[in-house]
């Protein structure tokens, strides 16, 4: 039996297992205990925290709550009892009576200042939500006020409860909250604004005075028309007087007066601009004049510029949100097809480890039984064994999971897309680190062991070591001492690790050494359930 074991240990309050301390309401009663049987270890609980002031009826808003892992919840001859966890190991606390007031205080002042603890913002509506906890006593506290009120007492949650139905995995809590530190004042409704009264209507703008002759260009008397069938005043053509061809889109018909027949406009979109006599005294400038006024009513070519535009920006978006699917599509894809030829590789590499193993086992059984070794060397190194150009020192086996794949000598980025590999340690040393990505059929599920599963490695002399789940943690990835287990106080005989999902973190799985490794008898005799 493993050293491990004289952590402290406390039996689960039963009448309380459930309960939400440090003056705190929970919406589930505590009542008969259930059995411990009935109690599913392998899941995950979650918690509901409401911060909510009823004298001044408003949520409380802002600020941040903090959960840290007290204790897990262990089963030992079906009794059920609480473990201190790491950070808490060693604090002289007994955690006996539950309902003590002051034991989460007391807690908190035993709270290490690199403990590892989730801390989530609170909401506009005074709600915190914590899921996906692994089973056991959590201390909650508040790490950030909320804007106007004072920090609430710090309490523990007990996950699960115990209540007459059964086990309950799902808590919800209302704490008292703290002092307001101003006066706060539920807001008041807003009142209707005022319609807007309606506007003047703007007074037409007088007309533009008739513009004066400057040029040599224009005729010498600009208010009177020139009549193009007066036989005593020709025209020449291509003068302003007389324009071009009505055809020629260059040079649009000047405008006719008004009732006078004939004339005709260029095909398409048009606009009538007022006829003045100095539009008709001098063409160019009426045609300015009806340019601008037409830009102001919104005529013009087909396409516009500023419709144009929108659909240019509603096209271009349209494409992104396309490119966006195909890149999630397509990465899904590869994610897919990298953990399968990941599986296929390991699996490979394992059949190949069986058959050398069941030479090694041949050749050491021929002349003798297999015995148990009396003592460990923690010097002695590891064999290793060269699969396709990768060395192996053996094969790790989780039957709760169904999970058996070898395990490389040393981890590099370019192994573990073929297997996992030894981080740090070995065996003899009671040490042994092994890492893993999280593909599917390698490291993913071992967030879901629960304790005292178990698990053993089977190293290339053909002896096979037997462990059992201790603890199952989540650390942040800069946090290598805590990785490696360099303390006696925290040092586990074997620790199995991943990334998490997106890589913020790591899941660590903690194992002790349950007793001697035994010499396998055939690489067949591996263990299953």
């Known amino acids: 039996m493993s050293s491990h074991e004289t952590k402290q240990k406390q039996p689960v309050c039963r009448s309380s297992a459930g309960a939400v301390h440090g003056r705190v309401l929970c919406t589930a009663r505590a009542g008969s205990p259930a059995a411990s049987a009935n109690i599913d270890l392998s899941r995950t609980g979650s918690m509901d925290v409401t911060l909510y002031d009823h004298q001044n009826d408003v949520p409380l808003r802002g600020g941040a709550l903090t959960v840290y892992k007290v204790a897990d919840v262990a089963r030992t001859n ?123 209507p703007e007074k037409p703008s007088e007309p533009d005075k008739p513009t004066q002759p400057g040029t040599p260009d224009e005729p010498d008397n600009p208010d009177m028309p020139v009549d193009p069938n007066d036989p005593n005043r020709p025209v020449s053509p291509g003068t302003p007087d007389n324009p071009v061809n009505p055809g020629n889109p260059d040079n649009p018909v000047a405008p006719r007066q008004p009732g006078q027949p004939g004339g005709s406009g ?81 699996q490979d590499a394992l059949g190949k480890l069986e058959e050398t193993l069941t030479e090694t086992i041949e050749d050491k059984t021929k002349d003798e039984e297999p015995v148990v070794q009396p003592e460990l060397d923690p010097e002695q190194e590891m064999t290793v064994t060269d699969i396709d150009g990768w060395g192996y020192i053996g094969y790790l086996s989780i ?41 599917a059929k390698h490291f993913s599920p071992i967030k879901w062991l629960a304790l005292g599963s178990e698990v053993y490695f089977t190293d290339m002399d053909g002896q096979r070591w037997s462990y059992e789940v201790s603890n199952v943690e989540t650390i942040q990835p800069t946090d290598i ?47 299953t359930e």
């Open 399 to 439: 039957p709760s999971i169904g999970l058996e794949l070898p395990v490389m000598s040393e981890w590099s980025y370019a192994g573990l897309k073929v297997a996992p590999g030894r981080y740090s340690g070995s065996t003899y040393a009671d040490n042994m680190v092994v890492c893993a990505h999280n593909y």
């Open 78 to 200: 079906g009794d059920l009892h609480f473990v201190y966890t790491a950070d808490f190991t060693g604090c002289g606390i007994a955690l006996g009576d539950l309902t003590d007031s002051t034991l989460a205080s007391r807690l908190e002042a035993k709270l290490p200042a690199r403990a590892a603890g989730t801390t989530h913002k609170i909401s506009e509506q005074g709600i915190v939500s914590f899921d996906a906890l692994p089973l056991g006593l959590y201390l909650v506290v508040q790490t950030e006020n909320s804007k106007g009120y004072e920090a609430i007492n710090s309490f523990l949650v007990s996950l699960p409860m115990a209540d007459e139905s059964g086990w309950l995995y799902t808590v919800d809590a209302t704490p008292k909250v703290g002092a307001p530190t101003q006066e706060v004042t539920p807001p008041e409704p807003e009142k209707p604004s005022e319609p807007d009264k309606p506007s003047e």
């Open 266 to 346: 260029p095909p398409g979109r048009q606009c009538t601009a007022p006829e003045r006599p100095a539009e008709l005294a001098h063409p160019v400038h009426g045609l300015q004049r009806r340019a601008a006024v037409c830009r102001r009513l919104g005529a013009g070519p087909k396409g516009d510029a500023g419709m144009n535009t929108k659909q240019k920006i509603g096209r271009a978006c349209m494409i992104v949100g396309i490119l966006l699917i195909l890149g999630a599509l397509a990465l899904l894809g590869y994610n897919q097809w990298d953990a399968n030829r990941a599986d296929k590789a390991s």
């Open 481 to 527: 001492d805590k990785m490696i287990t360099a303390s006696d106080e925290d040092a586990w005989d074997l620790t199995l690790f991943t990334c998490t999902t997106g890589g913020r973190a790591r899941c660590a799985v903690r194992c002790t050494r349950t007793g001697y490794p035994v010499l396998e008898t055939s690489a067949a005799g591996r263990i």
